[in-house]
Antibody
């Protein structure tokens, strides 16, 4: 069974940083493209970015709204993908979800809440 | 620019069928999309991906009541025999390319 477990969220002040983690199990992590999606309170889903597998060049892509502030990385030895969120703004307040895709399906984590206060 | 457009809301009666639409922007009508469901106070769940030829691939455990289809730039999610637990937000997303989400459709089961 595929499982994704996010952690690292919390309450921070504007301008501060956090590192979110997503631990995967039940699939071949080294082959997986891993993504992050966020959802602000009462709003829809917003794609944040993704990282391809090492085999596919470990290419990173980001939404324009976070480019330059957020960094996605992965540690295949730990089956974990990270989202470093820097220079946080109040509008970054959201639940951050991890997502992975196979050729036929997609799997979501339960999310971790990041709250940015002014 | 790739944009996915969804109606903000839809409603249908218990036991009836409903067809939700996701429209791809001009020049992107060949794209595959995914449908995700988000029930109240829960995280999203993958339902299926829908190809431009109308074929679809469902996720694990998704009931037969859920199906997908296509016509030109439109991708559809049809839910038949509506149940109360189908009341949820439904999002479409591009598949394969860097992710874009539609704004979501809030489905109310009457």
């Amino acid at each position: 069974e595929v499982q994704l477990v996010e952690s690292g969220g919390g309450l921070v002040k504007s301008g501060e940083s956090l590192r979110l983690s997503c631990a995967g199990s039940g699939f071949i992590f080294t082959d997986a493209w891993m993504g992050w999606v966020r959802q602000a309170p009462g709003k829809g889903l917003e794609w944040v970015g993704r990282i391809k597998s090492k085999t596919d060049g470990e290419t990173r892509e980001y939404a324009e709204t976070v480019k330059g502030r957020f960094i996605i990385s992965r540690d295949d030895s730990e089956n974990t993908v990270y989202l470093q969120v820097n220079s946080l703004k109040t509008e970054d307040t959201a639940v951050y979800y991890c997502i992975t895709y196979s050729s036929k399906s997609a799997y979501w984590g339960l999310g971790t809440l990041v709250t940015v206060s002014s | 620019q790739l944009v996915l457009t969804q109606s903000p809301s839809a409603s249908a009666s218990l036991g009836a069928s409903v067809k939700l639409t996701c429209t791809l922007s001009s020049g992107h009508s060949s794209y595959t999309i995914a449908w995700h469901q988000q029930q109240p106070e829960k995280g999203p769940r993958y339902l299926m991906k829908v190809n431009s030829d109308g074929t679809h691939t469902k996720g694990d455990g998704i009931p037969d009541r859920f199906s997908g289809s296509s016509s030109g730039p439109e991708r559809y999610l049809t839910i038949s025999s509506l149940q109360s637990e189908d009341e949820a937000d439904y999002y479409c997303q591009t598949w394969g390319t860097a992710g874009v989400f539609g704004g979501g459709t809030k489905l109310t089961v009457l």
